[in-house]
């Protein structure tokens, strides 16, 4: 019977509010207890000192992508795994864009039989429509009685007929529905967000309106249906208080951004590092900025990863020809704390919050507080080793991060369960 004793651990716990010093005693996958000082009752009891180090929640990512099936190069469900783990995530949720598409039972049930045991749990969201393409609805009622997250495209919305029809098809489901707001024709050719840098850098611009006039749309159509809503990949600051406005007058939402959004604006795509073409771009430094307020006062109430592999032959293109989207899992959880946490931009607590138990909430989960007899499903974090970004010490499939070759610090110790 396995049994740890952390001392001097600082333990976060955002569902009991708790940021504090104390030692944590984890027994056969239990929190046995916690207290200020705790004395082992016997010798089989190892103890471990844990001052210096972060104990919290078991970290949720919302959506990110495998590669498996369909797209091995780029990622397995085994490379997937493993580089979760090393992030500290106890449950990924897997967008449906795989080849083919999680639209099926019979998909649904792929991914469970093939998704390596153990945490963390790699999970699909169910396509809304059939191959993720937006043009005819999936079988929502089947879908909802199998092992699905819920129901998510991962793509822009296309049809809002259709979109309509499936918002009042699934409110009986009581499975969440994520959408991404991007209207594909006002985005155009854009490869980043328009404004002075893009003219700057000479990059087509993709306007912030791209993403504000079909979130405006989608929130007028909550408001008619009532069916509760995640809204994706949030990146502008007119976003951010679209959102505000609807929360206050009682919208069933919640929100997400992305973590390169929360680390990064368009002043980075100087470089024309083909690893910042993302989707949506990055923000401006303004975006950036109410990002993080937009974090901090609950308004956007999850960081999602959003880690999306590809190979080094398909990064290696000019910027623009590059496909949009980097991986995360691995890096996110010390950056994050390095950037925002250390410099004072974000509580600890409200990183943790925003990384574990909010992301839950998303998914119409209550998260349990630790506490003594209950199960432990925790991450223990190291704030201080510097380590560098390279092929071989990333355990995902590809590389494709401007991050690579990079040394930071922080780096997540195991995953207790």
Excluded at 62 to 87: D, I, K
Excluded at 168 to 179: D, F, G, V
Aim: charged share 20%; with cysteine.
């Amino acid at each position: 019977m396995a049994s740890e004793l952390f001392r001097q651990v600082r333990l976060l716990d955002p569902v009991s509010e708790t940021d504090r010093v104390v030692d944590v005693w984890i027994e056969a996958g239990s929190v046995r207890a916690i207290a200020d000082v705790l004395e082992p009752e016997s010798a089989d009891v190892t103890v471990t000192d844990a001052a210096g180090l972060v104990l919290g929640p078991g970290l949720v990512d919302l959506y990110s992508h495998s590669g498996e099936p369909g797209y091995e190069s780029r990622e397995t469900l085994a490379s997937l795994h493993q580089a979760a783990r090393a992030g500290g995530f106890v449950r990924v949720l897997l967008l449906p864009d795989t080849d083919p598409a999680i639209a099926t039972p019979a998909d649904v049930e792929w991914i469970r039989q093939h998704a390596p045991a153990g945490l963390p749990r790699l999970q699909p969201w169910a396509a809304l429509t059939l191959d993720a393409k937006g043009d005819q609805m999936t079988e929502l009622g089947e879908l909802a009685t199998t092992d699905i997250a819920g129901f998510a495209d991962g793509r822009p919305i296309r049809q809002w007929g259709l979109l309509r029809r499936s918002l009042e098809y699934a409110q009986a489901l009581n499975r969440p529905i994520a959408l991404w707001c991007c209207d594909e024709t006002l985005r155009g050719n854009g490869v980043m967000r328009d404004g002075p840098d893009a003219i700057r850098f000479g990059l087509p611009g993709a306007p912030a309106i791209a993403e504000t006039a079909p979130l405006a749309a989608l929130l007028e159509c909550v408001a008619q249906i009532g069916t509760p809503v995640h809204l994706m990949r949030i990146s502008t600051a007119r976003s951010v208080a679209l959102i505000a406005q609807a929360k206050s007058s009682g919208l069933p939402i919640t929100a997400s951004t992305t973590w390169h959004h929360l680390l990064l604006n368009t002043q980075a795509v100087g470089c024309y590092d083909p690893n910042l073409r993302l989707e949506p771009p990055l923000g401006t430094p303004e975006d950036q900025a109410a990002l993080i307020q937009a974090v901090r006062d609950g308004v956007i109430e999850a960081i999602a990863i959003d880690h999306s592999p590809y190979t080094y032959e398909e990064k290696t293109v000019p910027f623009a020809e590059a496909p949009p989207g980097a991986i995360g899992l691995e890096l996110a959880l010390p950056l994050l704390w390095q950037q925002l946490v250390e410099p004072g931009h974000l509580p600890a607590l409200t990183l943790w919050r925003s990384l574990s138990t909010n992301p839950l909430r998303c998914l119409g989960e209550e998260p349990r507080a630790i506490a003594p007899e209950t199960p432990a499903s925790l991450t223990l974090f190291d704030p201080r080793p510097l380590w560098k970004v390279t092929r071989q010490t990333l355990q995902s499939h590809s590389a494709n991060t401007p991050w690579l070759g990079r040394e930071f610090q922080g780096q997540v110790v195991k995953v207790i369960f």
